[in-house]
């Protein structure tokens, strides 16, 4: 069968040319795959490589190996580690978000302008796109006076909420979220998973990093854990 992605001996090596060119191989022979519209729970502890096998699937890390095969809807199944930088470009454009463990935004853009970016780019008129995005970032719990304002002075969760906001309001095909609920309270926490949920069944496929016990339970179809860099154990976690 043709899965959504199909991981198979994948490895990635940092070369840390300060310390005379010592290898630090982070990730060591990783075979997985996924279906469309499955979420894919990433865990392990810090340091075991979860990160660094999300930006692989992203390409802001070359990994090597044997292939990274994705289905995408623009170009058919495609090797993400041989594909060209045009076809990565257009893929995330059109398919893939990334949302970070931390919001990096430019400075002195208003909240809801970065949150409506996303639509406005994917061809949302810009009244339908701010509208959208106010609507979002309300039920969010983000309070409104903070919407026209910059986020680089917010709090932790606020600059959260923002992040979460942007990534997921155009609904792309796949959805890469690094901790997502990290610094959420638990009502927050519960809008954000019941809104990538709604992702989930309108056929958005997940990898979703997590530390959080109760957001992996209420999302994730199947646990893929980390250990030095390596896959340890894959078992199904209960929703
Ligand atoms: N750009 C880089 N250059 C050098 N080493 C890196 C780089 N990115 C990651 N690493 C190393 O790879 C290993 C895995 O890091 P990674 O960020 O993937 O961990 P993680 O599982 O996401 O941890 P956390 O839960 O803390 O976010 C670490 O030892 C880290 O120092
Ligand atoms: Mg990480």
């Known amino acids: 069968m043709k899965h959504f992605l199909e991981v198979r001996n994948l490895s990635k090596n940092f070369l840390l040319h300060i310390l005379n060119d010592k290898h630090i191989p982070a990730l060591e022979d990783i075979s997985f795959s996924m279906d469309q519209g499955e979420i894919i729970g990433l865990t392990g502890k810090s340091g075991s490589g979860k990160s660094s096998l999300m930006k692989c699937v992203y390409r802001t890390y070359l990994a090597s190996g044997e292939s990274m095969v994705y289905d995408s809807s623009t170009f058919g199944p495609i090797d993400l580690i ?24 430019i400075p002195r853009v208003p909240a809801v302008e970065i949150v409506a970016e996303s639509l406005l780019v994917k061809g949302v008129a810009e009244n339908e796109a701010f509208r959208r995005s106010r609507e979002f970032l309300e039920r969010l719990g983000l309070p409104a006076e903070l919407w026209d304002a910059y986020p680089s002075t917010f709090s932790g969760g606020e600059q959260q909420r923002i992040n979460v906001a942007r990534s997921i309001i155009s609904q792309p095909r796949f959805l890469l979220i690094d901790e997502p609920t990290a610094s959420l309270d638990q009502k927050t926490k519960d809008v954000v998973i019941e809104a990538i949920l709604e992702m989930k069944r309108s056929g958005t496929s997940v990898i979703l990093i997590t530390h959080d016990e109760y957001t992996l339970t209420k999302l994730a179809d199947r646990e893929l854990k980390l250990v030095g860099g390596r896959i340890c154990e894959a078992e199904a976690a209960t929703a």
């Open 82 to 105: 041989e594909a060209t930088e045009h076809q990565i470009l257009r893929i995330r454009k059109e398919e893939m978000t990334y949302c970070s463990q931390f919001l990096n935004v």
